[in-house]
């Protein structure tokens, strides 16, 4: 088992930034990585961003490529997300999770399990 808990999240004006971070615990080891996830209200939920515990290459969805930066620091198995010049439509509750299955795109969401609680995010125009 695994268990994640989100922070960060908050209420800011467009233009603005916030970071969440997202610690994991228990059992990571034979994991791959992390994902964060946002849905918006009547929306599907969606891949944000993802980071590999190997390090090397990262994954953004297009809409948020240039403003987002996912980041991890093993030592504290803890994954970042960076957000910058956050947008209206970047309102959502933001989850990360675990991925569980090797290879595959990073973005598919049946990859993962062991989600966090989620934490809400909320860009004001």
């Known amino acids: 088992q695994v268990q994640l808990v989100e922070s960060g999240g908050g209420l800011v004006q467009a233009g603005g930034s916030l970071r969440l971070s997202c610690a994991a615990s228990?059992?990571?080891?034979?994991?791959?990585?992390m994902g964060w996830f946002r849905q918006a209200p009547g929306k599907e939920r969606e891949f944000v961003a993802a980071?590999?515990?190997?390090?090397?290459?990262?994954y953004y969805a297009d809409s948020v490529k240039g403003r987002f930066t996912i980041s991890r620091d093993n030592a504290k198995n803890t994954v970042y997300l960076q957000m910058n010049s956050l947008k209206p439509e970047d309102t959502a509750v933001y989850y990360c999770a675990t991925k569980v299955r090797a290879g595959g795109s990073w973005g598919l969401e049946r990859l993962y399990a062991y989600w966090g609680q989620g934490t809400q995010v909320t860009v004001s125009s």
């Open positions: 228990g059992r990571t080891l034979g994991t791959f990585g």
């Open positions: 980071v590999p515990w190997s390090g090397g290459t990262t």
